[in-house]
């Protein structure tokens, strides 16, 4: 399985990113889907989710209104449509994939199974 993201990187806030990931190696529609980021020298946090159809999303409380999470089953991919972006939304950004959640582990990192490598993402103020 691989997972790669894509379409990181340096925006003026107020801007606007969408983030990619491309998977392969996997029936990509029975898989949950979520975005992660990360701060060096903080914990990983939950940014949004997806279920296998696409019918539910989960956000964060602190990127809900702002960010939307979408699949393209055909495609095996997931974006990431980041709107309005302000400089605490600077981080590495992770796809994460797994065919097993529930609405109580959706949000935790260490319920996936896999993961790609990251897209940086910078918001200058």
């Known amino acids: 399985v691989q997972l790669q993201a894509s379409g990181g990187g340096l925006v003026q806030a107020g801007g606007s990113l969408r983030l990619s990931c491309a998977a392969s190696?996997?029936?990509?529609?029975?898989?949950?889907l979520g975005w992660f980021r990360q701060v060096p020298g903080k914990e990983r946090e939950f940014v949004a989710a997806?279920?296998?159809?696409?019918?539910?999303?989960y956000y964060a409380e602190s990127v809900k209104g702002r960010f939307t999470i979408s699949r393209d089953n055909a495609k095996s991919t997931v974006y990431l449509q980041m709107n309005n972006l302000i400089p605490a939304d600077t981080a590495v950004y992770y796809c994460?994939?797994?065919?097993?959640?529930?609405?109580?582990?959706?949000?935790?990192?260490?319920?996936?199974?896999?993961w790609g490598q990251g897209t940086q993402v910078t918001v200058s103020s």
């Open positions: 994460a994939a797994d065919r097993e959640l529930i609405i109580t582990t959706i949000r935790i990192g260490a319920s996936y199974d896999y």
């Open positions: 190696g996997l029936t990509f529609s029975r898989y949950y």
């Open positions: 997806i279920r296998r159809s696409g019918g539910s999303t």
